[in-house]
């Protein structure tokens, strides 16, 4: 049963450049309150970074999604809008490439078994993550975290082999020329974060929406506009209108669709606009900042992802998330989506991701889809020697600019205010998420939290 509230009457206008879970949430929350939601999205579908496509007869996501049991906001969300049945928990099975063959990280006693270090620093690993998790509790670790790099820390708690083979190989995988540079704030919650998703040592599950993330988009989208919202895909903004420091509407691209959606409108003045474009992009359509702003927006830089995904007769592995150590190979992770959902759900077909985090300018991020199907081919089948082209049925290629911030050190002082500078303007995106990391979850709670800030200076205005 869903817990719908009826809006009440509001005549204040709220424009959300973004259709992703930040903006679909903000958009939602605002139309429970009453607000009049006008939500701008330049791609075709919602879902921004969380977005699905076709495969079987069902949906995926472009990127692969999951959940952890610490994902508490979401999965309110799902149960509000009546999904409850669809949240499902799921063991994970985790490994690990290296020397030629495939290791298991699901338990601790995995780590202890992990034979490309010696013992003595898989008991020093085993020791300083259990020290990390002890830490929990303590948010004023915070402080402290977040003025040493995961090098720093690691080198000296952890020695030297268990940042050079554990830590710096999925680091510089994920974050490229900046791994040396990434806060130890950042494993900490991670650690945190992972460890708190277990029901017990020894096994881990994540979540999944049955019906793929397609679900809650869709009862997000009906949910916006049975509060009356209306909702534009394909319309790009192209300019936030602001006069005397004031923001005051929008200007939409020349392409057609996003005509379309300004002739619809008519109307492009609103009360208050939230931004949930990433800083980069809002920075193209804002140019009234000002300079200690753009500062702030500017701290954290992004990192891009490239995903090749594969529809196979057969399974790679029998892992669902295989972190990729050995750095001869030139992607990051292998996702098999298969060891996760069980292959019926696509009608029996093996479906595999293949996942690398890089800077935009990266040749990977430039290639075609069978240019990179050509470049990886050799590196498949080290994974599995028996692995050939002819398992291959259909392949799609996805890239994402703003897929993972990176937070320099220190950086609970630099983060971009919601609030900006400029009145009734607001900026709500994953460089605001922090000390967790990016993730749905996050952006539901984002998209709850500008909506409480608007609805709190609407009243204040009033
Ligand atoms: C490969 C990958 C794997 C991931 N795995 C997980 C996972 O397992 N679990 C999880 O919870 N999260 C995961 N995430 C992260 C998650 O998808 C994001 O954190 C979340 O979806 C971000 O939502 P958002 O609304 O904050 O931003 P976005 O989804 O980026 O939404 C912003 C939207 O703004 C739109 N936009 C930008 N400029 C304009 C403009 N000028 N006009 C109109 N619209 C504009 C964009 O098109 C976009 O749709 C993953 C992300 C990636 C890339």
């Given amino acids: 049963m869903s817990n719908l509230q009826l809006p009440t009457s509001n005549s204040k206008r709220i424009a959300i450049i973004g259709g992703g879970f930040a ?15 006008f939500l701008f999205e330049r791609a075709s579908e919602l879902g921004g970074l969380a977005s699905t496509f076709p495969i079987e007869g069902t949906r995926l996501e472009r990127g692969y999604h999951h959940w952890f049991t610490s994902d508490t906001h979401i999965i309110a969300q799902m149960h509000e809008l009546g999904l409850g049945d669809r949240v499902q928990w799921i063991p994970s099975k985790t490994g690990w490439f290296e020397n030629g063959k495939i290791w298991n990280m699901v338990t601790p006693l995995d780590v202890l078994r992990l034979g490309t ?18 830490l929990q509790a303590s948010k004023n670790n915070l402080a402290k975290y977040e003025k040493i790099t995961a090098l720093e820390w690691w080198k000296k708690y952890g020695g030297n082999a268990v940042w050079d083979k554990v830590w710096s190989p999925m680091f510089r995988g994920k974050f490229g020329a900046e791994a040396e540079h990434i806060s ?32 809650l988009i869709d009862a997000l989208e009906n949910a916006i506009r049975k509060q009356g919202g209306k909702i534009f895909c394909g319309a790009t903004v192209k300019r936030v209108v602001i006069e005397n420091g004031i923001a005051t509407g929008l200007q939409f691209a020349d392409d057609e669709t996003s005509q379309a959606a300004q002739k619809q409108l008519g ?36 990192m891009a992802a490239v995903l090749l995904v594969l529809k196979l007769k057969q399974p790679l592995t029998r892992i669902y998330w295989m972190n990729i150590a050995d750095r001869s190979i030139p992607f990051v992770a292998t996702i098999e989506q298969t060891n996760f959902l069980a292959p019926d759900i696509y009608n029996g077909k093996r479906v595999l991701y293949v996942s690398n985090y890089l800077d935009a300018a990266s040749p990977y991020f430039q290639m075609s889809r069978d240019e990179l199907f050509n470049a990886y081919l050799p590196h498949l089948q080290k994974l599995n020697p028996g692995f050939s082209p002819g398992w291959v049925e259909e392949t799609w290629h996805f890239k994402e600019a703003a897929a993972q911030p990176i937070m320099p050190l220190n950086y609970s002082k630099m983060i971009p205010e919601h609030r900006t500078p400029l009145r009734n303007l607001y900026l709500a995106n994953t460089t605001q998420i922090y000390p ?27």
């Fill in 436 to 462: 967790e990391d990016r993730g749905t979850n996050y952006s539901v709670l984002l998209g709850q939290e500008i909506a409480a800030m608007v609805e709190e200076d609407a009243k204040r205005d009033a």
């Fill in 117 to 134: 270090i010696p013992f003595v620093d898989r008991l020093r690993l085993g020791f300083a993550v259990a020290y990390l998790t002890y």
């Fill in 23 to 37: 903006g679909m949430t903000a958009a939602y929350e605002l139309g429970k309150l009453g607000y009049q939601t």
């Fill in 184 to 215: 130890m704030v950042y494993i900490w919650y991670k650690i945190v974060l992972r460890i708190g998703s277990r029901r017990g040592v020894s096994k881990e599950e994540l979540g999944y929406p049955r019906g793929s993330y397609q679900v």
């Fill in 267 to 302: 109307n492009a003045q609103f009360d208050k606009i939230i931004c949930t474009a990433p800083s980069f992009a809002a920075l193209k359509i804002i140019s009234e900042f000002p300079r200690e702003y753009v500062a702030k927006m500017n701290a954290a830089k992004y």
